[in-house]
């Protein structure tokens, strides 16, 4: 099951579970957004076709972001013209969870929910009652080694005057 929605002047062909990037959208009622412009559906066995009752879209917000840099560059030859600008497109991520259309509802099943990390405990190799400044130095000390011996090139003896 499918739709195709129209959203912020361009036309987007969903299921349930995508997750798709949008010109901004405001936060709709509790981060959800309803998309109504749908263009068309598929059918249960195959068939894409205008939906002929009320259709609509159901996502939720996920991310609110701006895009890379795109940089616009403005250029007249012979007529010392040049004129550079960059632009950032606000853009908003959704994931779609809910296709309904002629009283039949296709949901998304839930995503998983993202667990924190667990912060890294950094390991003092020094004894308890040393300070950080001293286990810092006694850490220094460990990793220097002694540079090996510089080989010195043996100079001959001859030289070419004659």
Do not use: C, W
Not at 36 to 43: I, K, P, R, Y
């Amino acid at each position: 099951m499918y739709a195709v929605i129209r959203a912020g002047g361009k036309q987007y062909r969903v299921a349930p579970g995508d997750v798709i990037r949008v010109e901004k959208q405001s936060n709709g009622a509790n981060g959800h957004v309803e998309f109504s412009d749908v263009l068309a559906v598929s059918g249960g066995d195959g068939q894409i076709g205008r939906p002929q009752s009320e259709a609509r879209v159901v996502g939720e917000i996920v991310e609110q972001g701006r895009e890379k840099k795109i940089l616009v560059f403005h250029y007249k030859r012979k007529k010392q013209y040049k004129k550079l600008r960059g632009h950032r497109q606000d853009y908003t991520a959704v994931r779609i969870t809910e296709i309904a259309v002629d009283g039949q509802k296709f949901t998304a099943p839930q995503a998983p929910k993202k667990e924190a990390k667990p912060k890294k405990v950094e390991k003092m190799e020094a004894a308890p009652s040393e300070t950080k400044a001293e286990a810092k130095a006694a850490k220094g000390a460990a990793k220097k080694k002694s540079a090996p011996p510089k080989k010195t090139a043996a100079k001959k003896g001859t030289s070419k005057k004659k």
